[in-house]
C-alpha cells in the first residue's frame, strides 16, 4: 500500500498537477502518506515475532533523538519505555480502528477535493490545452473502472496468500536482539542513511529536510504550461531520467566511499561528532545538490519547473537506492554484503 | 445576546468539552501505565555477599545485569543498548558489553568502548538493605559520562 500510495504521489508531480489551485490538496496527501506509513509501522508490530519485535525497538527509538522531547515521544508512542504489552494494546487499536478511521475520513475528503479543483487533463507534448472537455457521468464510467481494478487486485492479493506464506520468525525474545536488527523495509533508507550520519541528522534532520520540501512543493509556481503532460517539456523528460541515473550513481558511490574510506570523526577528532559527522556532511551534500540546480540552470539553461523535476528525481533515486542497499546488501553487524 | 449567539455558543462550548474528553480518554489510554510489579518495580535481586567481585549476572525479568566491580561496588546495568534499543549480551570471553546490532562495546560499568552509542549504558537506582540488593528499575539513570561512580558498597567496604 506504501507503494502504491507512493506512486499515486509520484504520477500528480511528473504530470505537474499540484500546483494551483491544487496546493491543499498535495498536503492532504502528504498527510496520508504518512497516516499510511504509520498504519503499515503499527501493523508491523502485531505478529509479535523477533523481526517485528526489533524492527518497532529500533522504529521508535529513532525518535528519541529528537531534541528535547524525544524520550517522552518515544515513551507516549510505546506505551513505556519498552517495547511491551502495553505497546501491542496501542498498536492494535491504532492499526484496526484509529488510523482506518482517521484515513476514510481524510481520503473522503482528499478525493472530494480533487473533483472541485478539477481534474488535470492529460495531455500529450506540446498538446495546447482545450477548453472543450468531454465529460462523462460517474457512473457508471468511473465507478465499473474502480469496481473492476479493485477486484483484480482482491483477486490476486488472494492468489497470493494461498502461494506464499506470509514470513513469521521465532516469537519475540527481549532478551536476544537478532544479528542485524532492521526496521521494516520502508524505513531502511532512514536506517542505511544512520550507517553514514550521526543519529540525529539521520533520523531527525535529513527525513525532516525532506517532508518540509514535499510540503513546500506545490507553492513553487510553474514557469511552463506542463499541467497534465508527463514531466512538462521534451527537455524535461531527459533532465528528469539525468537525475535519477545521478541520484543512483551517486548514492552508490558516496555509500562505498564512506563504508570504505571515509572516517570523518577520525579525520576531525577534536569536533564532537554532531559536527563532523552530522553538519559538515550535510552541508557538503546540499552545496553538491546547489551545484547540480546551478549545472541545470545556467548549464542546460533549464526552466526552473523542468530543474525542479530533475532534483525531485534525483533525490527520489537516492532515496530509494538507500532502501535498497539497506534492505538487500547489509548482513550481518549492519556490513556491507553481497544479498546472497 | 440573542437567541442564535446564545445556541451557537452553547454549541461550541460543547463541542470543547466533549473534545476535551476525547483527548483525555486518548491520554489514558495511550500514556504508559504504571507496571504491575514487575518490570518498571523494584526487583529483590537477593544477597550481595552472592556476588563475587568481578561478576555479571543477567537478571533477565528485570532486564538488567547485576554487575559487581572488582573494588565491591554493586551496578545494575540496563541492557537496552543507547544506541538504538538493542539487548546487549555480556560477552564473558572478552569482558565487554557487545551490541549485535551495529557493534556498540561497553566495559563492565557500562563506560563506552566503541560507538556508535552515544552514551554509556543507564543504570537502575539500587540500594542494599539488611544484605539484601534492591534494585528500582522505576528509576533510571542515564549519564553522558562515566565520570561519577554510581557503584553501592556494603557498609563495611564503602
Redesign the interface.
Known amino acids: 500500500m506504501v507503494i502504491v500510495v507512493l506512486l499515486h504521489m509520484l504520477r500528480v508531480f511528473f504530470t505537474n498537477a499540484l500546483h494551483r489551485p491544487r496546493e491543499f490538496n498535495w498536503l492532504l496527501g502528504v498527510t496520508l502518506l504518512l497516516i499510511t506509513a504509520g498504519a503499515n509501522f503499527t501493523g508491523y508490530l502485531l505478529p509479535w515475532d523477533q523481526r517485528a519485535y526489533?524492527a518497532v525497538?529500533?522504529g521508535?527509538?529513532?525518535l528519541q533523538y529528537i531534541p528535547l522531547m524525544g524520550e517522552q515521544i518515544a515513551?507516549?508512542?510505546?506505551?513505556?519505555?519498552?517495547v511491551?504489552a502495553?505497546t501491542l494494546t496501542?498498536f492494535y487499536?491504532l492499526h484496526v480502528a484509529v488510523l482506518p478511521m482517521l484515513l476514510f475520513a481524510i481520503m473522503s475528503f482528499h478525493i472530494w477535493r480533487a473533483r472541485k479543483d478539477g481534474f488535470s487533463v492529460p495531455r500529450d507534448l506540446g498538446e495546447a490545452p482545450t477548453s472543450k472537455v468531454e465529460r462523462v457521468t460517474t457512473i457508471p464510467h468511473l465507478i465499473s473502472r474502480e469496481a473492476i481494478f479493485a477486484l483484480a487486485v482482491i483477486a490476486l492479493l488472494f492468489v497470493w496468500a494461498l502461494l506464499v506464506n506470509a514470513p513469521l520468525e521465532e516469537a519475540a525474545d527481549?532478551?536476544?536482539?537478532?544479528?542485524?536488527?532492521k526496521a521494516a523495509w520502508y524505513f531502511m533508507g532512514i536506517q542505511e542513511l544512520?550507517m553514514h550520519f550521526h543519529?540525529f541528522f539521520a533520523a531527525i534532520v535529513i527525513p525532516a529536510l525532506g517532508l518540509i520540501l514535499l510540503i513546500l512543493l506545490p507553492y513553487f509556481s510553474p514557469d511552463m504550461d506542463g499541467e497534465g503532460i508527463w514531466f512538462g517539456t521534451r527537455k524535461g523528460r531527459w533532465l528528469v531520467a539525468l537525475g535519477g541515473l545521478l541520484g543512483i550513481v551517486g548514492t552508490i558511490a558516496m555509500v562505498w566511499f564512506d563504508e570504505h574510506y571515509l572516517d570523518l570523526?577520525e579525520l576531525m577528532p577534536s569536533l564532537p561528532?554532531v559536527i563532523s559527522n552530522g553538519w559538515i556532511p550535510l552541508v557538503w551534500l546540499l552545496a553538491m545538490l546547489w551545484l547540480y540546480w546551478e549545472l541545470l540552470r545556467q548549464g542546460f539553461h533549464a526552466l526552473q519547473s523542468e530543474a525542479r523535476l530533475s532534483l525531485f528525481t534525483l533525490l527520489l533515486t537516492s532515496f530509494i537506492t538507500l532502501t535498497v542497499i539497506g534492505q538487500l546488501f547489509r548482513g550481518e553487524?549492519?556490513s556491507l554484503t553481497l544479498p546472497f | 445576546m440573542n437567541r442564535r449567539t446564545f445556541v451557537k455558543a452553547a454549541t461550541a462550548g460543547l463541542a470543547a468539552l466533549a473534545g476535551g474528553e476525547i483527548a483525555y480518554i486518548g491520554w489514558k489510554?495511550?500514556?504508559?501505565?504504571a507496571?504491575a510489579g514487575e518490570?518498571?518495580g523494584i526487583f529483590e535481586v537477593g544477597a550481595a555477599v552472592d556476588f563475587p567481585p568481578g561478576s555479571v549476572t543477567?537478571i533477565?525479568n528485570g532486564?538488567f545485569y547485576l554487575v559487581r566491580q572488582v573494588d565491591g561496588g554493586f551496578l545494575a546495568v540496563y541492557?537496552?543498548?543507547t544506541?538504538?534499543?538493542?539487548?546487549?549480551?555480556w560477552e564473558p570471553a572478552q569482558a565487554q558489553f557487545v551490541?549485535?546490532?551495529?557493534?556498540s562495546a561497553f566495559e563492565m560499568d557500562g563506560k563506552i568502548l566503541n560507538?556508535?552509542a552515544?552514551r554509556p549504558l543507564d543504570l537502575f537506582e539500587l540500594t542494599i538493605e539488611d544484605g539484601q540488593i534492591n534494585v528500582n528499575t522505576g528509576r533510571?539513570i542515564q549519564r553522558d559520562n562515566t565520570d561519577k561512580n554510581f557503584a553501592v558498597y556494603m557498609e563495611d567496604q564503602a
Open positions: 526489533w525497538t529500533v521508535a527509538s529513532l515513551h507516549f508512542i510505546l506505551g513505556g519505555p519498552e511491551d502495553a496501542n487499536g527481549p532478551a536476544h536482539s537478532p544479528n542485524p536488527a544512520l543519529p570523526t561528532a553487524g549492519m | 489510554f495511550a500514556a504508559p501505565r507496571a518490570f518498571g543477567p533477565t532486564r541492557r537496552q543498548c544506541h538504538l534499543g538493542c539487548s546487549v549480551p551490541c549485535p546490532c551495529h557493534g560507538p556508535p552515544p533510571k
